[in-house]
């Protein structure tokens, strides 16, 4: 087992890289519409990594960053939940 290599991923907001596993993963699956929430990094379909906090959060949400990435318009209710997780702090230090 290689546990040094960690993949890296760009947040869409700060273009900066992150461990995968510090970012929150949005994802558009290939059988549905609606762009989701990808908590366990999982899901198949084209997806946008961006910062579990609340400045990359507002960024990307506030200058489309995110729908352009997805190519798809985000959800009222998936803006309002990225938004309480920027705002409720998922990430403990
Ligand atoms: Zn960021």
Do not use: W
């Not at 990808?38 to 946008?48: F, I, K, V």
């Not at 985000?74 to 309480?84: K, M, N």
């Amino acid at each position: 087992m290689n546990t040094r290599h960690v993949p890296m991923r760009t947040c869409v907001a700060c273009r900066k890289t992150f461990p995968k596993a510090e970012l929150l993963r949005i994802v558009r699956p290939p059988q549905s519409p609606d762009v989701v929430l990808d908590e366990q990094g999982t899901m198949l379909g084209r997806g946008a990594y961006v910062c579990a906090q609340l400045p990359c959060l507002t960024r990307a949400l506030k200058a489309k960053t995110l729908e352009r990435a997805l190519r798809c318009p985000l959800h009222a209710q998936l803006i309002e939940r990225i938004r309480a997780i920027g705002e409720g702090g998922r990430v403990s230090s």
